[in-house]
């Protein structure tokens, strides 16, 4: 390389690094909630990544989170969501969005979580420190709560023991997650 293109290219990766270090320090952890710290942030997200990123699950969740229709709709992956006559969920995404490219890429599957758990996390925490099945709820736990029966459904699961055992897969969600922040 010339030594005078050097100079440009050293002063365009430095503003591109200066602007990275900006992003991370304004979350001040690292993570993308606030108060929570990258290590607890990537146990959580160690805990809600079960399934390969091309899997399409049952009643039509996909990806390595799988994310419903329904919830990629709320957090503008999606324009709209309905159910089929089958009983899965089903939706029209949004401009520029596929369901190959969703299924084909882990990078936009965790942007379109972060903004989903980013979602939920103001409507969720007022009910920080609630007692659930004998244990004090924590931020991550609803966060999983959430992620599972939708943030309407924090509340009931929260409130009724009936519904704990009547939706055990959010039950094992919120047990699996409780706790880590």
Partial sequence: MHPLLA???????YLIGRRAAGRKA????????????????EKFVAEMAKSGKAEKGRKGKMGAFQMDARRLADVGAMKKAWKTPEG????????????TAFLGSMPLQYAVFV??????????????????????ASLSGLLGVSHVAGERG??????????????????????RTNGIF
């Fill in 7 to 13: 100079i440009p290219a050293a002063l365009v990766g």
């Fill in 26 to 41: 304004e979350s001040m952890s690292g993570s993308p909630l606030d108060a929570v710290t990258l290590g607890a942030w």
């Fill in 154 to 175: 924090v509340l009931s699961f929260v409130e009724d023991a009936d519904v704990r055992r009547k939706f055990p897969a959010t039950s094992e969600a919120f047990k």
């Fill in 115 to 136: 903004r989903s758990m980013r979602a939920a996390a103001p409507k969720v925490s007022p009910l920080v420190g609630r007692e659930v099945e004998g244990k004090k």
């Fill in 88 to 99: 899965s969920w089903t939706g029209e995404w949004s401009a520029g969005l596929t369901e």
